[in-house]
């Protein structure tokens, strides 16, 4: 039954953490030439909001308190930098990003007392901190080896305007400080994914072949190093019996976090399907996406057939498996409306036999989503946009935020709302209140959001080049004013958006209220003429030929017509 006593342990520490999908795309691989990382913080806790650190000079001596992402809980003090850098959500004004996935791994490897940075506080942290990529990648292997590792098994995407990376980790422990890790650089023209399982397998581990160990940092920063790896990344495995192979061998996800059924099917299966979607050969790992093959692993970087553009990125984030076997929007539990959602808990029992639901990479429970892009044709401020969106990835809008603005949007700005406190005009909240409705008449309503997202995508696309364009002039004479001026482009269109976004909301719901569907001209319901806002008579769709065939099927003759 394919480890079903492993499924059902994963499944019950997954549902109730983060969950998130990650695509990294080089500059070598996208259609303008820029490096890509898109993420989703999925978890049914978090609310979808913007963070903003804003550049700061600190004295020497000062202390920066820690608390723990997930849960908000107090970790301890570290000491603060002496300048920090402007930060927006997971993006700063040099144009390095971070995203992450949790893939969990040794359960023994999940709890180090007295640990001060939890896998949250290295991301926003290391944001702060981090003028390129490879400087990130140092700070938090310096932060864990100073403070301890608090969290389980994460895979990190680190991204600047010339390079990708993906960073591996996991704790070492109660016995012991800090964690084991590697990070690797995707090589230019390839492409790279992570979704809750380890990806990292064997590396080189030589000078002349790329790769230095966290005893030669000072050659972190020549460019022909492309593999750096904690000192005991495989030490540590071999003196507490976890490997007992030749170090040439070592496999850094088989050893810290070997895939089982739920770690392919819920987790793997999600990069398989963004892959495939670039790569024809693919096809060949169908079986181990689905949990049925896990000897033929994916490969960690692969090559693809076309060039990835900005809206491929945001629609790889939208997917549901649509086209495969896994595709869930057409089996019973898809419903009337062919809805490729399933409400929590991912793994259900019926007499005395566990199932389980498919896991894509749109899912409900997203908190925030974005697509980080780095421009070097522009100055850092102006090059780094934050696509950013909150709620199900599928039915969000990524809205552009300069790297280096000043403020953020309203409806979007941290402690604006809460999972515990409604506001109508939250942004957060507003988007649930459009895919909520949505999911209710799936093949219904989705269409019509659908369109109104790509018809805003489509704007800022067109616009964002010549915006860029004029705040890098306005830059050359005024930097104060560049910044005032895509501060002001940033809020006042995401702005816009939830206003939009509230209109088809209210639009949506008099349309199709109780399962009738008006008459409209855009987003204008149309009455029958006599000029008392009375409607034509509605259209309505019921259930469907599918549905109703399927309620013969399972009433016989009891509603049939005497």
């Not at 991301?123 to 310096?142: F, G, P």
Request: with cysteine; proline share 4%.
């Amino acid at each position: 039954m394919f480890r079903i006593i492993t499924i059902m342990f994963f499944l019950a520490i997954y549902q109730f953490s983060f969950a998130c999908t990650n695509f990294l795309i080089t500059k070598g691989a996208s259609t303008e030439g820029t490096p890509m990382i898109s993420y989703s913080a999925d978890s049914h806790i978090l609310f979808g909001e913007l963070y903003h650190w804003p550049a700061a000079s600190y004295p020497e001596g000062t202390l920066l308190d820690i608390y723990e992402w997930d849960t908000g809980k107090y970790l301890g003090k570290i000491k603060q930098a002496r300048q920090t850098y402007n930060v927006v959500g997971n993006m700063n004004e040099y144009q390095v990003a971070i995203g992450e996935t949790t893939y969990g791994g040794k359960e023994e490897l999940g709890e180090q007392p007295g640990a001060i940075m939890d896998y949250g506080s290295l991301i926003y942290v290391a944001l702060q901190r981090s003028k390129s990529a490879r400087e990130a990648i140092k700070i938090i292997a310096d932060l864990m080896e100073e403070y301890g590792y608090a969290s389980s098994g994460e895979s990190f995407s680190i991204m600047d305007k010339n390079e990708v990376w993906i960073m591996e980790l996991i704790g070492k422990g109660k016995n012991e400080k800090g964690a084991v890790w590697v990070a690797m650089m995707v090589p230019d023209g390839y492409i790279c994914a992570h979704a809750n399982q380890a990806r990292i397998m064997q590396f080189p581990r030589k000078y002349k072949d790329g790769a230095i160990s966290s005893k030669e940092m000072d050659k972190l920063f020549d460019p022909k190093v492309n593999v750096v790896y904690a000192e005991d990344v495989v030490s540590f495995a071999k003196t507490n019996g976890f490997y007992s192979g030749e170090d040439k061998d070592f496999s850094f996800s088989d050893v810290y976090a070997p895939v089982d059924f739920g770690a392919a099917r819920f987790c793997e299966a999600r990069v398989w399907s963004m892959f495939r979607q670039v790569n024809s050969s693919m096809d060949k790992y169908e079986n181990y996406a689905m949990g049925h093959d896990l000897t033929n692993r994916m490969p960690l970087f692969i090559k693809p057939e076309r060039k990835i553009s900005l809206k491929d990125m945001m629609n790889f984030m939208g997917d549901h498996y649509e086209g495969t076997k896994m595709d869930f929007g057409k089996d019973i539990g898809a419903g009337p409306y062919e809805s490729p959602y399933r409400w929590r808990p991912m793994t259900w029992k019926i007499d005395s036999i566990d199932y389980f639901h498919e896991r894509s990479t749109s899912t409900q429970q997203t908190g925030f989503t974005f697509v980080a892009q780095s421009r070097d044709k522009y100055p850092d401020p102006i090059g780094g946009i934050l696509w950013f969106g909150v709620d199900d990835s599928y039915f969000t809008v990524y809205n552009p935020m300069f790297c280096g603005i000043t403020d953020v949007p309203a409806n979007y700005k941290e402690g604006y709302g809460s999972m515990l406190d409604f506001k109508p005009d939250a942004a957060f909240w507003v988007f649930n209140q459009v895919s909520n409705l949505a999911y209710s008449r799936y093949n219904q309503i989705g269409p019509i959001v659908k369109e109104h997202q790509s018809m805003l995508a489509d704007k800022f696309l067109k616009s964002i080049d010549p915006i860029s364009e004029a705040a890098t002039k306005i830059l050359a004479a005024d930097k104060n004013l560049a910044i005032d001026f895509i501060t002001n482009y940033s809020v006042s269109e995401s702005g816009k958006t939830v206003k939009h976004w509230m209109d088809l909301y209210g639009f949506l719901f008099s349309k199709f209220v109780d399962g009738n569907v008006k008459k409209s001209d855009g987003m204008k319901l149309l009455d029958n003429g006599n000029g008392k806002n009375i409607p034509p008579s509605p259209s309505q769709p019921g259930l469907g030929e599918k549905a109703l065939r399927e309620i013969i099927k399972q009433t016989g003759d009891r509603y049939k017509a005497r």
